[in-house]
């Protein structure tokens, strides 16, 4: 060999060179990454580095004197055994048992999973937790292995007890008679009504009463309750309206339409006044530092607009109150303006004029006027 001399006797004559690369090759990459040991060597084959090394470094002397064999662990075979201990593969515990025959409606009810013939909450539902976190570790001595083997003896009787209890729901058809009724009325795609803020916190209040009654007569109580605040606010909502003169129905959408209308005046009425002050403060301020020259007259204009706007609106809702209604000749025109803007006939605004004035006087409170 050109390259130096070979340490192994063989037909293909690896030199010493390559040897050293080869055996960097495999601390660097791995064992098992030849194309990354060919790349390293340049001079040799993916399949002639994995064949080099197993034939002399694993299988041959220097395997021998390197490589200690492994003994094989015993392995148990648990799928044996019968009475109380038996494995968790034994033939006692993977008996078919009698598959629920249930629909699918049913089956989400009591959270049934067919496929796997389980539910998503079982007998002792916690069991698992005995042995989820256990691990054989190399330096446990025999207490330790026993105390571990005690518990998986613990986790298979709970697991036997657990599946002595399914059976015997299977046998008496337990499962099938506590299964609620299939309800017979089709279920819409609109049948399901979105609940809003105070329906879902009305919801978590009524879920510790879910415990004592079924899933039908739940809901039927959330309807209800439901159904009892609305009726409590309507009422609310009718003695306001009582209160405010209104006794007929259908005087209410009016009533609802002027009481917009005059809160919209008032509100308009409240940024003009605003906005009046503060032009008059700034108009003060520049006359003050004797910068104003002419006079704006654009805030006049806007004001007499707006005070224009509110005739015209007055005008309108004047029409409101008519000559045939009783008592329209006894009230004076402000008056009456103040009856169509309340929403109140001439002969009711009488009759409380004069109940005021009565108690008024029975107080001996005298109110002059200018």
């Known amino acids: ?152 003896s613990k986790y298979r009787l709970r697991l036997q007890e657990r599946e002595r209890r399914k059976r015997l729901a299977r046998e008496y058809g337990l499962t099938v008679a506590g299964a609620p009724p299939i309800s017979k009325t089709p279920k819409t795609p609109h049948s399901k009504k979105k609940t809003g803020k105070n329906g879902r916190e009305l919801q978590e209040r009524l879920k510790p009463f879910s415990q004592f009654h079924s899933l039908a007569e739940h809901q039927m109580l959330f309807e209800n309750v439901k159904r009892e605040r609305e009726i409590k606010a309507r009422i609310k909502e009718l003695v306001r309206l009582r209160k405010n003169g209104i006794t007929k129905l259908a005087d209410e959408e009016v009533y609802e339409e002027e009481k917009f209308k005059r809160d919209k005046r008032k509100e308009n009425k409240k940024k003009l006044a605003m906005s009046a002050i503060s032009k008059r403060n700034s108009q003060v301020s520049k006359k003050a530092e004797g910068k104003l020259e002419k006079t704006d007259t654009s805030f006049v204009e806007s004001e007499e607009k707006a005070i224009v706007k509110d005739e015209e609106c007055s005008v309108e809702t004047y029409k409101g109150v008519n000559y045939s209604m009783p008592g329209f000749e006894l009230v004076s025109e402000n008056e009456k303006k103040l009856c169509n803007s309340m929403g109140m006939s001439p002969a009711n605004y009488i009759t409380i004029k004069t109940c005021i004035i009565k108690s008024h006087s029975m107080s001996q409170v005298v109110f002059l006027q200018d």
């Open 1 to 152: 060999n050109d390259q130096g001399p070979c340490v192994f006797e063989d037909n293909e004559r690896w030199s010493l060179a390559e040897e050293n690369m080869l055996l960097d090759a495999v601390e660097q990459y791995g064992f098992g990454n030849w194309n990354g040991a060919a790349a390293h060597i340049e001079s040799r084959t993916a399949s002639e580095c994995e064949e080099h090394y197993r034939h002399f470094y694993i299988n041959g002397i220097i395997g021998d004197a390197t490589l200690q064999e492994v003994p094989r662990p015993q392995i148990t075979d648990h799928s044996n055994g019968n009475g109380v201990l038996a494995g968790p593969l034994s033939p006692s515990l993977t008996l078919a048992i009698t598959p629920l025959e249930i629909g699918t409606q049913q089956q989400q009810e009591l959270g049934y999973m067919p496929l796997r013939d389980d539910f998503e909450r079982e007998h002792d539902n916690e069991a698992e937790t005995l042995v989820s976190s256990l691990s054989i570790n190399h330096d446990d001595d025999e207490l330790d292995t026993a105390i571990k083997l005690a518990q998986v």
